[in-house]
């Protein structure tokens, strides 16, 4: 099988160094990325080929979206932080060690776009698309968290019923995983639907109203799995939601802009990927 390489120089943590020696590991010749979307174009002209990914989780992402239905997929940690590798078991500090193993895995698809570990719609998604990339760099752990507790001073603390998960009921907002942790902050994992698996369908979790007395829960909760009061949805195969206004959607931590309704579908046993 054909093997090519792919990576994303503007990702935050691929520097010339770390390019040469993943280049000379593999012993192939880097194909660069030059702009959004270049990634699942490379991917899709690789055909039903081995390609490895130097990158973060938008390069991931775009891979994703192009690979052919045969292709072998290896994610070698370049960005800031690397959700899918490290959910993988794939070293972010040594991407020259590359792994040997692979497995199936199943995929999430929202509106059309896939998406390898989370998705979301409402609070999530405009965080990130808040902490996204500033002067082409993307923020800091702390700048994601600055920007998390000005969206909370802003709304007051307060999130009420604006989306509605057909057969569930209302929600604020909706976290939609397709493995766990749904991301990492710094080398905390962040734990959403800990069921979640790459194996299976899709979770989701979703928290029917906030205030500013339920935080202390909202820990808790990311601490335990238990405390707060959500609706949840375990391997399911498809996620319907309706929002009452449009909303921010994300995938992967890439923001596809405003929607007044998601799909989310299960594409299982999509995928084979390098495991470490």
């Not at 590798?85 to 060690?97: E, F, G, K, M, Y």
Request: aromatic share 8%; charged share 25%.
């Amino acid at each position: 099988m054909r093997r090519v390489l792919i990576a994303n120089p503007g990702a935050s943590r691929v520097t010339e160094a770390r390019l040469a020696a993943v280049a000379e590991a593999l012993g192939l010749e880097p194909q660069l990325t030059e702009g959004r979307g270049h990634a699942t174009a490379l991917a899709r002209d690789a055909g039903p080929a081995t390609i490895f990914v130097l990158g973060g989780d938008g390069t991931y992402n775009e891979v994703l979206n192009g690979a052919h239905t045969a292709a072998v997929l290896g994610f070698l940690a370049g960005g800031g932080t690397n959700v899918l590798a490290r959910a993988l078991h794939i070293s972010a500090d040594d991407p020259v060690r590359i792994a040997s193993q692979t497995k199936r895995i199943s995929v999430g698809r929202v509106n059309g776009r896939r998406f390898a570990f989370a998705a979301g719609i409402g609070f999530d998604a405009e965080l990130l698309r808040r902490a996204g990339r500033r002067r082409g760099k993307r923020r800091s752990d702390l700048g994601t968290a600055w920007e998390a507790a000005r969206l909370l001073w802003q709304r007051h603390g307060r999130f009420e019923p604006a989306l509605e998960i057909s057969g569930y009921g209302e929600a604020a907002f909706a976290l939609v995983a397709n493995g766990d942790p749904y991301t990492y902050f710094g080398r905390l994992p962040i734990r959403v639907a800990r069921a979640a698996r790459f194996e299976g369908g899709l979770d989701f979790v979703a928290p029917r109203r906030l205030g500013p007395r339920d935080y202390a829960r909202v820990l808790r909760y990311l601490l335990r799995g238990t405390g707060l009061d959500v609706l949840r949805g375990h391997d399911l195969d498809r996620i319907e939601i309706a929002c009452r206004q449009p909303m921010p959607l994300q995938a992967d931590g890439e923001d596809l802009g405003d929607v007044t309704e998601a799909v989310f579908e299960a594409e299982r046993d999509a995928v084979t990927v390098f495991v470490g």
